[in-house]
T-cell receptor, first 117, second 114 residues
Framework: AQKVTQAQTEISVVEKEDVTLDCVYETRDTTYYLFWYKQPPSGELVFLIRRNSFDEQNEISGRYSWNFQKSTSSFNFTITASQVVDSAVYFCALSEARGGATNKLIFGTGTLLAVQP | ETGVTQSPTHLIKTRGQQVTLRCSSQSGHNTVSWYQQALGQGPQFIFQYYREEENGRGNFPPRFSGLQFPNYSSELNVNALELDDSALYLC?????????????FGPGTRLTVL
Protein backbone atom coordinates (compact mmCIF):
# COMPACT_ATOMS: atom_id res chain seq x y z
CA ALA A 1 0.00 0.00 0.00
CA GLN A 2 1.19 3.49 -0.72
CA LYS A 3 1.93 5.65 2.28
CA VAL A 4 3.99 8.67 3.29
CA THR A 5 5.17 9.09 6.86
CA GLN A 6 6.45 12.29 8.36
CA ALA A 7 7.26 11.31 11.91
CA GLN A 8 8.19 14.80 13.06
CA THR A 9 4.98 16.62 13.93
CA GLU A 10 6.63 19.86 15.03
CA ILE A 11 10.17 21.20 14.97
CA SER A 12 11.31 24.43 16.57
CA VAL A 13 14.69 25.96 15.76
CA VAL A 14 16.42 29.27 16.23
CA GLU A 15 17.20 31.35 13.18
CA LYS A 16 20.40 30.33 11.34
CA GLU A 17 20.23 26.75 12.59
CA ASP A 18 20.15 23.94 10.05
CA VAL A 19 17.09 21.69 10.15
CA THR A 20 16.22 18.40 8.44
CA LEU A 21 12.66 17.27 7.80
CA ASP A 22 12.25 13.53 7.44
CA CYS A 23 10.05 11.70 4.95
CA VAL A 24 9.65 7.95 4.57
CA TYR A 25 7.46 6.46 1.86
CA GLU A 26 5.99 3.09 0.96
CA THR A 27 5.12 1.97 -2.54
CA ARG A 28 5.05 -1.23 -4.59
CA ASP A 29 5.57 0.69 -7.79
CA THR A 30 8.97 0.99 -9.45
CA THR A 31 8.03 4.26 -11.14
CA TYR A 32 6.97 7.05 -8.86
CA TYR A 33 7.57 10.68 -8.04
CA LEU A 34 8.26 12.34 -4.72
CA PHE A 35 7.44 15.93 -3.88
CA TRP A 36 7.88 18.49 -1.18
CA TYR A 37 5.36 21.28 -0.69
CA LYS A 38 5.40 24.21 1.72
CA GLN A 39 2.18 25.47 3.30
CA PRO A 40 2.49 28.89 4.95
CA PRO A 41 -0.30 30.16 7.23
CA SER A 42 -2.14 31.53 4.19
CA GLY A 43 -2.96 27.92 3.25
CA GLU A 44 -1.70 27.69 -0.31
CA LEU A 45 0.54 24.71 -1.01
CA VAL A 46 3.75 25.90 -2.65
CA PHE A 47 5.63 23.40 -4.81
CA LEU A 48 9.30 23.04 -3.85
CA ILE A 49 10.70 19.99 -5.64
CA ARG A 50 9.89 16.85 -7.60
CA ARG A 51 12.13 13.77 -7.93
CA ASN A 52 11.48 10.63 -9.94
CA SER A 53 12.30 7.16 -8.68
CA PHE A 54 15.14 6.67 -11.14
CA ASP A 55 17.10 9.73 -10.10
CA GLU A 56 18.79 9.42 -6.73
CA GLN A 57 21.03 12.40 -7.12
CA ASN A 58 20.80 14.83 -4.27
CA GLU A 59 19.70 18.31 -5.16
CA ILE A 60 20.56 21.72 -3.80
CA SER A 61 18.65 24.91 -4.44
CA GLY A 62 19.98 27.84 -2.46
CA ARG A 63 19.50 27.06 1.23
CA TYR A 64 17.38 24.00 0.42
CA SER A 65 18.72 20.51 -0.23
CA TRP A 66 17.12 17.13 -0.67
CA ASN A 67 18.49 13.68 0.01
CA PHE A 68 16.75 10.79 -1.80
CA GLN A 69 17.71 7.25 -0.75
CA LYS A 70 15.78 4.37 -2.28
CA SER A 71 17.53 1.87 -0.02
CA THR A 72 15.79 3.39 3.00
CA SER A 73 12.73 4.74 1.13
CA SER A 74 13.49 8.20 2.37
CA PHE A 75 13.37 11.65 0.84
CA ASN A 76 14.63 14.11 3.44
CA PHE A 77 14.66 17.87 3.17
CA THR A 78 17.29 20.11 4.77
CA ILE A 79 17.11 23.86 5.23
CA THR A 80 20.48 25.44 5.88
CA ALA A 81 20.72 28.63 7.92
CA SER A 82 16.99 28.74 8.58
CA GLN A 83 15.10 32.01 8.51
CA VAL A 84 11.86 33.15 10.11
CA VAL A 85 10.24 33.14 6.65
CA ASP A 86 10.81 29.37 6.51
CA SER A 87 8.18 28.90 9.22
CA ALA A 88 5.41 26.81 7.67
CA VAL A 89 4.02 23.31 7.45
CA TYR A 90 6.02 21.14 5.05
CA PHE A 91 4.44 18.19 3.28
CA CYS A 92 6.09 15.29 1.55
CA ALA A 93 3.99 13.59 -1.13
CA LEU A 94 4.09 10.55 -3.42
CA SER A 95 2.64 10.05 -6.91
CA GLU A 96 2.62 6.57 -8.42
CA ALA A 97 2.43 5.37 -12.01
CA ARG A 98 0.31 2.51 -10.69
CA GLY A 99 -2.29 5.12 -9.83
CA GLY A 100 -3.53 4.77 -13.34
CA ALA A 101 -4.53 7.78 -15.33
CA THR A 102 -4.26 10.20 -12.46
CA ASN A 103 -1.28 11.88 -10.89
CA LYS A 104 -2.99 11.98 -7.52
CA LEU A 105 -0.77 12.91 -4.65
CA ILE A 106 -0.55 10.93 -1.42
CA PHE A 107 0.52 13.28 1.33
CA GLY A 108 2.12 12.77 4.68
CA THR A 109 0.67 14.47 7.73
CA GLY A 110 3.14 17.33 7.52
CA THR A 111 5.82 18.82 9.76
CA LEU A 112 5.25 22.19 11.34
CA LEU A 113 8.52 24.12 11.33
CA ALA A 114 8.78 27.12 13.62
CA VAL A 115 11.86 29.27 13.23
CA GLN A 116 12.38 31.60 16.17
CA PRO A 117 14.23 34.89 15.70
CA GLU B 1 1.84 32.69 -7.24
CA THR B 2 0.69 29.74 -9.32
CA GLY B 3 -2.15 31.32 -11.26
CA VAL B 4 -4.67 28.90 -9.78
CA THR B 5 -7.56 30.77 -8.21
CA GLN B 6 -10.36 29.57 -5.96
CA SER B 7 -13.58 31.09 -4.75
CA PRO B 8 -14.90 31.81 -2.28
CA THR B 9 -12.11 32.17 0.28
CA HIS B 10 -14.28 31.26 3.23
CA LEU B 11 -17.72 29.77 3.52
CA ILE B 12 -20.01 28.92 6.42
CA LYS B 13 -22.87 26.47 5.93
CA THR B 14 -25.17 24.47 8.14
CA ARG B 15 -25.52 20.72 8.24
CA GLY B 16 -27.65 19.34 5.42
CA GLN B 17 -27.04 22.23 3.05
CA GLN B 18 -25.30 22.05 -0.31
CA VAL B 19 -22.18 23.96 -1.36
CA THR B 20 -20.36 24.72 -4.61
CA LEU B 21 -16.69 25.64 -4.69
CA ARG B 22 -14.95 27.01 -7.78
CA CYS B 23 -11.49 26.77 -9.24
CA SER B 24 -9.77 28.35 -12.23
CA SER B 25 -6.76 26.45 -13.48
CA GLN B 26 -3.42 27.88 -14.44
CA SER B 27 -3.09 28.96 -18.05
CA GLY B 28 -2.12 26.01 -20.24
CA HIS B 29 -3.34 23.40 -17.74
CA ASN B 30 -6.19 21.06 -18.68
CA THR B 31 -6.35 18.96 -15.53
CA VAL B 32 -7.84 19.90 -12.18
CA SER B 33 -7.63 17.90 -8.97
CA TRP B 34 -9.49 18.53 -5.73
CA TYR B 35 -8.22 17.76 -2.24
CA GLN B 36 -9.74 17.98 1.23
CA GLN B 37 -7.47 19.00 4.09
CA ALA B 38 -8.86 18.56 7.58
CA LEU B 39 -7.25 20.54 10.38
CA GLY B 40 -3.82 19.18 11.25
CA GLN B 41 -3.84 16.63 8.44
CA GLY B 42 -2.36 16.28 4.99
CA PRO B 43 -4.56 16.85 1.94
CA GLN B 44 -6.68 13.89 0.79
CA PHE B 45 -7.43 13.35 -2.89
CA ILE B 46 -11.12 13.73 -3.78
CA PHE B 47 -11.13 13.45 -7.58
CA GLN B 48 -9.53 14.70 -10.75
CA TYR B 49 -10.94 16.09 -13.99
CA TYR B 50 -9.16 15.88 -17.31
CA ARG B 51 -10.71 17.46 -20.39
CA GLU B 52 -14.14 17.64 -18.74
CA GLU B 53 -14.20 13.97 -17.67
CA GLU B 54 -13.65 12.51 -14.20
CA ASN B 55 -10.23 10.89 -14.36
CA GLY B 56 -9.95 9.23 -10.97
CA ARG B 57 -11.59 9.38 -7.58
CA GLY B 58 -10.47 8.98 -4.01
CA ASN B 59 -12.36 7.45 -1.12
CA PHE B 60 -15.15 10.02 -0.91
CA PRO B 61 -18.91 9.37 -1.04
CA PRO B 62 -21.05 10.23 -4.08
CA ARG B 63 -22.36 13.39 -2.42
CA PHE B 64 -19.01 14.84 -3.46
CA SER B 65 -19.31 15.58 -7.17
CA GLY B 66 -17.65 17.82 -9.67
CA LEU B 67 -17.62 19.38 -13.08
CA GLN B 68 -15.03 20.70 -15.45
CA PHE B 69 -15.89 23.27 -18.07
CA PRO B 70 -14.51 23.78 -21.60
CA ASN B 71 -12.17 26.49 -20.30
CA TYR B 72 -10.86 23.86 -17.79
CA SER B 73 -12.19 25.64 -14.75
CA SER B 74 -13.88 23.33 -12.28
CA GLU B 75 -16.51 23.09 -9.57
CA LEU B 76 -16.70 20.90 -6.51
CA ASN B 77 -20.19 20.26 -5.20
CA VAL B 78 -20.95 18.75 -1.83
CA ASN B 79 -24.53 17.77 -0.97
CA ALA B 80 -26.04 17.03 2.43
CA LEU B 81 -23.19 18.66 4.31
CA GLU B 82 -21.95 16.98 7.46
CA LEU B 83 -19.94 18.48 10.31
CA ASP B 84 -16.90 16.43 9.22
CA ASP B 85 -16.92 18.20 5.86
CA SER B 86 -15.44 21.23 7.61
CA ALA B 87 -12.00 21.55 6.03
CA LEU B 88 -9.77 23.46 3.65
CA TYR B 89 -10.58 22.48 0.07
CA LEU B 90 -7.67 22.77 -2.29
CA CYS B 91 -7.71 22.78 -6.04
CA UNK B 92 -4.63 21.93 -8.09
CA UNK B 93 -4.01 22.14 -11.80
CA UNK B 94 -1.50 20.40 -14.03
CA UNK B 95 -0.74 20.12 -17.72
CA UNK B 96 -2.15 16.60 -17.87
CA UNK B 97 -3.22 14.00 -15.37
CA UNK B 98 -0.17 11.81 -15.66
CA UNK B 99 2.33 10.85 -12.99
CA UNK B 100 5.02 13.01 -14.55
CA UNK B 101 3.09 16.24 -14.11
CA UNK B 102 3.49 18.53 -11.15
CA UNK B 103 0.34 19.86 -9.53
CA UNK B 104 0.15 23.54 -8.65
CA PHE B 105 -2.24 24.53 -5.92
CA GLY B 106 -4.61 27.41 -5.36
CA PRO B 107 -5.10 29.22 -2.04
CA GLY B 108 -7.99 27.02 -0.99
CA THR B 109 -11.53 27.53 0.27
CA ARG B 110 -12.10 27.11 3.98
CA LEU B 111 -15.50 25.53 4.59
CA THR B 112 -17.07 25.53 8.02
CA VAL B 113 -20.16 23.41 8.60
CA LEU B 114 -22.19 24.25 11.70
Amino acid sequence: AQKVTQAQTEISVVEKEDVTLDCVYETRDTTYYLFWYKQPPSGELVFLIRRNSFDEQNEISGRYSWNFQKSTSSFNFTITASQVVDSAVYFCALSEARGGATNKLIFGTGTLLAVQP
Amino acid sequence: ETGVTQSPTHLIKTRGQQVTLRCSSQSGHNTVSWYQQALGQGPQFIFQYYREEENGRGNFPPRFSGLQFPNYSSELNVNALELDDSALYLCASSTAGTVTDTQYFGPGTRLTVL
